[in-house]
């Protein structure tokens, strides 16, 4: 019963490995490669790995399920970082979103980046006129009094 499973698991594991990487080469975009990329590459080699799982010793088997979750937790990140930095590079086609989340997120960290750098400014010029008052040791103010 296990050798059906197998026999299953793997076929179908390495037919999603290879839809993945022909959806890499083919798809046009950087958004769609990278979901090919993604999903079926994760998906193939799970069922890759859980069908090896069922032909092994139950401590090799250990070994494997490492290998999923640590794919499972890499692959989503990854993603992430790429997806952004593809979107931050002019990679991703941003008209054929269909909601732009990072792209008004960014827009108001921008705003907020330019904020902070006018008060930034604003402090720069105030600061040499306190060093000035420093330096003279305040004998300025007392000239401006008399």
Not at 110 to 129: I, K, T
Request: aromatic share 4%; with cysteine.
């Amino acid at each position: 019963m296990l050798d059906v499973v197998a026999a299953v698991l793997l076929p179908t594991g390495a037919v999603f490995c290879l839809l993945g990487a022909v959806g890499l080469v083919r798809f046009p975009d950087t958004l769609s490669r990278l979901h090919a990329a993604a999903k079926a590459q994760t998906l193939g080699l799970l069922l890759i790995l859980l069908g090896t799982a069922t032909q092994v010793p139950a401590r090799y088997a250990l070994v494997l399920i490492l290998v999923a979750l640590f794919q499972l937790l890499t692959v989503p990140v990854t993603g992430q970082i790429v997806g952004r930095t593809a979107y931050r590079t002019g990679a991703v086609h941003r008209a054929g979103l269909v909601v732009d989340d990072l792209g008004r997120r960014l827009e108001r960290d921008g705003e907020r980046e330019q904020e902070r750098e006018n008060q930034g400014w604003e402090r720069a010029r105030e600061e040499p006129d306190r060093e000035q008052g420093r330096e003279t040791g305040g004998r300025e103010r007392e000239d401006d009094a008399s």
